[in-house]
Structure formats: structure tokens, C-alpha cells
């Protein structure tokens, strides 16, 4: 049965995580001129140290199927002075590029995502901190949560 005391205590709980929330954003400037500032908070885990975060820059852009595309460009790590929270900038998406194939001019053509080059840019996983992604105006952020089980396993040495 609820309580007006728990209803009262739920609600003050509330309140200081949405103020500690806020607080936090303080020290993540607005977007500047020409840029838009994405924010990501991470729900809490039990085992935070078994989740790792994917962050993906680019745009949907219509292409033929056959080839693969990349923009240049990349993901800058910025610790902010005072502060000492991470940050992510891209300052600007390079032009895209891709494969050679060829393909048939006839075919319609097909809305993807198209991310950076490189390899993927893995961040440790941190619910009490946002994460903040500065990207030019017209560019997108996704993310992918991986995990991994807590079981870890011997190599065998070779003799």
C-alpha cells in the first residue's frame, strides 16, 4: 500500500536526481553557431563495467546498395576545464566517400545512415554522467549499447 510518506519521500527523491541532473548540464556549454549539442543519459546498471557505449556520427543520405560509404572526419574527446567531464566534439563532416562499384544507373537508390570512417568509437559506460556530442548543423548521433558477461576466460599458453 502506498503511503503518503513514501509518496512525499518518492517525490523529494525525484526532485534532488532531476536537480543533480541539471546541475550537471552546467558544465556542458550550449551548441555554439552552426552546431547542435546531443545529450544521452545512460540508465543505471548494477554492473556498469560490463556495458560499454558506441557513438555513431553522420547522416541518412540516399546511395546505391552495392557500395559502402564513409564521411570523413572524427570524434574529439574534450575534457572540460573545471570540470573534469568528457566531452565530444566533431567540428566538421568531411566530405563522403566510397567504394568504386559499379552499379546500374536504373536501380533506385536507398536511405542510409552513413557513419565517420574508422573504427568505432567505444566509450565506458557511465550513468551518472551525461554524454554530450557536439556536431554540426544537418549531422545526426546514434549509439549502440554493447555488453559483455561478467565470465571471463583463459587463454592457453602455447608450449
Same mark, same amino acid.
Given at each position: ?7 512525499? $519521500?518518492?517525490?523529494? &527523491?525525484?526532485?534532488? #536526481?532531476? $536537480? ?52 570523413? /572526419? ?19 563532416? /568531411?566530405?563522403? $566517400? =566510397? ?9 533506385? *537508390? ?11 568509437? #567505444?566509450? =565506458?559506460?557511465?550513468?551518472? &554522467?551525461? #554524454? ?20 571471463? *576466460?583463459?587463454?592457453?599458453?602455447? *608450449?
Amino acid at each position: 500500500m502506498i503511503t503518503a510518506g513514501s509518496l512525499v $519521500a518518492f517525490s523529494f &527523491l525525484t526532485a534532488v #536526481i532531476s $536537480a543533480q541532473a541539471a546541475d550537471t548540464m552546467k558544465a556542458f556549454p550550449p551548441a555554439g553557431e552552426g552546431m547542435v549539442r546531443y545529450v544521452l543519459q545512460l540508465p543505471k546498471q548494477d554492473d556498469e563495467s560490463v556495458f560499454r557505449v558506441e557513438l555513431m556520427v553522420g547522416k541518412t543520405v540516399a546511395v546505391d546498395e552495392a557500395n559502402t560509404y564513409f564521411f570523413g /572526419g572524427q570524434i574529439e574527446k574534450e575534457t572540460i576545464t573545471g570540470w573534469g567531464y568528457p566531452r565530444y566534439n566533431v567540428s566538421t563532416l /568531411g566530405p563522403m $566517400a =566510397g567504394t568504386l562499384m559499379a552499379v546500374d544507373p536504373n536501380v533506385p *537508390k536507398v536511405s542510409r545512415f552513413i557513419t565517420l570512417a574508422g573504427e568505432p568509437y #567505444i566509450i =565506458g559506460y557511465n550513468s551518472r &554522467l551525461p #554524454i554530450v556530442v557536439y556536431v554540426p548543423e544537418g549531422v545526426d548521433v546514434r549509439y549502440r549499447i554493447w555488453t559483455s558477461g561478467a565470465e571471463l *576466460k583463459a587463454m592457453q599458453n602455447e *608450449k
